[in-house]
């Protein structure tokens, strides 16, 4: 089992920029990638980045890129996302999840466990 905890969200201001962390515990040992997603009301949950838990290589959707960073701390067993130039579009909640199978994915069911989520809201 792996269990997942994010932290950081709030309300920001459009241009400005935010933090998450996810505190990871558990069988870290089978974690193969980590993910941040986002989910609007009422919407599916869709990709936002993913990294190699060992590795570190990343991906992003094309909605963030250039402007979130993913970035992992092994010996913490914490991942973060790094959130620059904040849009009101970018309003949602934030959840981190983990995939323990060897291979890239940006499908929410492709992910095994979840957090619980974290809001953040960005005001125009």
């Known amino acids: 089992q792996v269990q997942l905890g994010e932290s950081g969200g709030g309300l920001v201001q459009a241009g400005d920029s935010l933090r998450l962390s996810c505190a990871v515990s558990?069988?870290?040992?089978?974690?193969?990638?980590m993910g941040w997603f986002r989910q609007c009301a009422g919407q599916d949950r869709e990709f936002v980045a993913a990294?190699?838990?060992?590795?570190?290589?990343?991906d992003y959707a094309d909605s963030v890129q250039g402007r979130f960073t993913i970035s992992r701390d092994n010996a913490k067993n914490t991942v973060y996302l790094q959130m620059n130039s904040l849009k009101p579009e970018d309003t949602a909640v934030y959840y981190c999840?983990?995939?323990?199978?060897?291979?890239?994915?940006?499908?929410?069911?492709?992910?095994?466990?979840w957090g619980q989520g974290t809001q953040v809201t960005v005001s125009s």
């Open positions: 990294i190699n838990w060992r590795s570190g290589s990343t």
């Open positions: 999840a983990a995939r323990i199978l060897g291979s890239w994915a940006t499908q929410p069911s492709d992910y095994h466990y």
């Open positions: 558990g069988r870290t040992f089978s974690i193969y990638l």
